[in-house]
């Protein structure tokens, strides 16, 4: 993921809270705010623990990598992509 994102690792994160909360990878890039989850299912749901981390980090999006065989977007500025589609439905970000 960091790869085809085209980030350092000094930009990548792990991101939780004391109550539970919790992301995978947090890319923070100047004022760019992107979270990043991993799933096993096929079909994710947006969950609270997103929701918080889109309130608390003032994230552009959320991406979830799934297990499934499509991407779809899951709610506003939360995106379902599916493992298999990685390198056609993520966009690297482009020149530091």
């Given at each position: 993921?960091?790869?085809?994102?085209?980030?350092?690792?000094?930009?990548?994160?792990?991101?939780?809270?004391?109550?539970?909360?919790?992301?995978?990878?947090?890319?923070?890039?100047?004022?760019l705010?992107?979270?990043?989850?991993?799933?096993?299912?096929?079909?994710?749901?947006?969950?609270?623990?997103?929701?918080?981390a889109?309130?608390?980090?003032?994230?552009?999006?959320?991406?979830?990598?799934?297990?499934?065989?499509?991407?779809?977007?899951?709610?506003?500025?939360?995106?379902?992509?599916?493992?298999?589609?990685?390198?056609?439905?993520?966009?690297?970000?482009?020149?530091?």
């Amino acid at each position: 993921m960091i790869s085809r994102l085209g980030v350092q690792p000094e930009e990548c994160f792990f991101w939780a809270t004391h109550t539970g909360a919790e992301l995978d990878l947090l890319v923070v890039r100047g004022r760019l705010r992107l979270g990043f989850e991993f799933k096993r299912t096929t079909a994710p749901i947006p969950t609270r623990s997103m929701h918080i981390a889109v309130k608390d980090l003032r994230l552009k999006e959320i991406t979830v990598v799934h297990a499934g065989s499509r991407s779809y977007p899951m709610a506003e500025g939360m995106t379902a992509i599916a493992a298999s589609r990685i390198l056609r439905d993520l966009r690297p970000l482009g020149v530091r």
